[in-house]
């Protein structure tokens, strides 16, 4: 599975969040991805639920993808 998102205007880079919660929050770590915006899914365990958040970072600070809402996907 590849998560793939729009780039931002003016973002130096992005950072993407996996949690099994559903909670709308970043309960894991933010992964700093690089300018890239897409990530796949090794390292995922399978036959699990993931929620993910991305979000853009710039000099100004971190701008969430749609206002912190998680995306949900089952491998």
Not at 28 to 49: C, F, K
Not at 61 to 70: K, L
Request: hydrophobic share 30%; proline share 0%; aromatic share 14%.
């Amino acid at each position: 599975m590849t998560i793939s998102w729009e780039t931002s205007n003016g973002a130096d880079y992005y950072e993407v969040c996996y949690d099994t919660t559903n909670d709308n929050t970043c309960d894991g770590s933010w992964v700093n991805v690089g300018a890239s915006t897409s990530v796949d899914s090794s390292g995922l365990s399978y036959l699990t639920t993931y929620y993910w958040q991305m979000r853009a970072v710039n000099a100004e600070g971190t701008v969430e993808a749609d206002n912190g809402t998680c995306w949900t996907g089952r491998l």
